[in-house]
């Protein structure tokens, strides 16, 4: 059933305008992020309904993804909120010159996600199939490019999500074990100097 809810709004979206193709992006994006939040500030484990949910989500976001046009991709680009990995790089190219290949990457990616997320979507894996040209190129990895851009992508800003936005403060939890265990060691050892200093 959710497979037919993706297959309508991929043949539905082809039908829309420009803006609201990408009002429809931009919604798919918020449902994401937010999903991805809640998970990360309840620490959530394995949720098979949350994964079938985000799975379905990044299949529409690929689909949509697959159906912009290059203005509308370099549009999508210069968005602030966008998702886009390696957005950075089409808002600096001229506007005469749009590159949809940064949206089918972004596609492919989704896709990729969907797939992993549900091994049960067969829309999400039958769009990578299209996309990538069969089934042997589904389990091609990505080229080391697009994987060095994404974390070069990420590294500015990743002390910031860490500690701001995901509150991690595992190496400070640490750091004061470690200092307590210091200091009830060096308590021990300097009251036990004390008594047997004491008894003779």
Request: aromatic share 4%; glycine share 4%.
């Amino acid at each position: 059933d959710s497979d037919n809810n993706n297959n309508s709004l991929s043949t539905s979206s082809s039908s829309l305008s420009s803006p609201q193709r990408l009002e429809i992006v931009g919604a798919i994006e918020e449902g994401i992020l937010a999903i991805e939040r809640a998970t990360v500030a309840r620490g959530a484990g394995e949720d098979a309904v949350r994964d079938a949910t985000l799975s379905q989500m990044y299949t529409a976001y690929g689909s949509v993804l697959l159906q912009l046009s290059p203005n509308e991709c370099h549009s999508l680009a210069l968005d602030p909120h966008t998702l886009l990995i390696g957005a950075e790089t089409v808002s600096q190219a001229p506007n005469d010159d749009p590159s949809i290949h940064l949206c089918r990457e972004n596609a492919e990616n989704a896709l990729r996600n969907g797939s992993t997320l549900d091994a049960t979507n067969v829309l999400s894996q039958e769009l990578l199939k299209q996309m990538m040209g069969g089934d042997n190129a589904v389990h091609v990895r990505k080229p080391k490019e697009f994987v060095a851009e994404l974390f070069d992508s990420f590294a500015e800003t990743f002390d910031e999500m860490l500690l701001d936005n995901l509150e991690y403060k595992v190496p400070q939890m640490v750091g004061d074990l470690a200092k307590q265990l210091l200091t009830s060691k060096s308590d021990n050892s300097s009251t036990s100097s004390s008594s047997s200093s004491s008894s003779s």
